[in-house]
């Protein structure tokens, strides 16, 4: 499976941006990771391709995960963006029965990442 991120950015404290993946084919669970400067890549958000989501804690509420099966694309839609959001965002997909329930760096997909910055 290949991935393609976009929509990464600079964008003031506050602010939004939307980040899309497209797959070159479907897969059970689709989302979103970040690498910050200095620190291991963590889990951000995810969803299946039958609608289930799950989020870290740090973003519930300003962040919304949302998948168009048709295209095989997943969006990161992030609002209230803040300071410590700043990172290299991946897309990640993987097709195992136990992938929603372990969103891990151990994903077997991978997409670039999209630097987002987010300004004081």
């Known amino acids: 499976v290949q991935l393609q991120a976009s929509g990464g950015g600079l964008v003031q404290t506050g602010g939004s941006l939307r980040l899309s993946c497209a797959a070159s084919r479907r897969t059970y669970v689709m989302g979103w990771f970040r690498q910050a400067p200095g620190k291991e890549r963590e889990f951000i958000a995810i969803n299946t391709w039958n609608g289930r989501t799950k989020y870290a804690d740090s973003v519930k509420g300003r962040f919304t995960i949302s998948r168009d099966n048709a295209n095989n694309t997943v969006y990161l839609q992030m609002n209230s963006l803040k300071p410590e959001d700043t990172g290299v965002y991946y897309c990640?997909?993987?097709?195992?029965?136990?992938?929603?329930?372990?969103?891990?760096?151990?994903?077997?997909?991978w997409g670039q990442g999209t630097l987002v910055t987010v300004s004081s």
């Open positions: 990640a997909a993987d097709g195992r029965s136990d992938a929603y329930a372990y969103p891990t760096s151990s994903y077997d997909y």
